[in-house]
């Protein structure tokens, strides 16, 4: 089993930045694609990017640009999410998801998910 543990969320102003952390435990990092997704009040979750367990990454430049930094400590099992210069429109559910094999753009693909931890970034 793999259990994941978000944390890092709060409430911000427009412009500030935060630091979202995944804890992974059980059988993770060494066999398991680690992902960020959001999902926004009322829309379906966004994939924003994610490693394999060999250290590939792949990123949805639509969706997180050039302000949020995807990273991974392989040691300490853990994922983040360093987010700049935060946005209203970037309010939103942050997961981290598991998943056997390559990074999967679609949500569908992840049987594994923490329970969120909630970013609102007001204007």
């Known amino acids: 089993q793999v259990q994941l543990v978000e944390s890092g969320g709060g409430l911000v102003q427009a412009g500030d930045s935060l630091r979202l952390s995944c804890t992974a435990s059980?059988?993770?990092?060494?066999?398991?694609?680690m992902a960020w997704f959001r999902q926004a009040p009322g829309k379906g979750r966004e994939f924003l990017g994610g490693f394999t367990a060999s250290g590939t990454s792949a990123v949805d430049t639509d969706a997180v640009g050039d302000r949020f930094i995807i990273s991974k400590n392989n040691t300490k099992n853990m994922l983040y999410l360093q987010m700049n210069s935060l946005k209203p429109e970037d309010t939103a559910v942050y997961y981290c998801?598991?998943?056997?094999?390559?990074?999967?753009?679609?949500?569908?693909?992840?049987?594994?998910w923490g329970q969120g931890t909630q970013v609102t970034v007001s204007s």
């Open positions: 998801a598991a998943r056997i094999g390559n990074v999967r753009f679609s949500d569908n693909a992840y049987p594994y």
């Open positions: 059980g059988r993770t990092f060494s066999d398991h694609t």
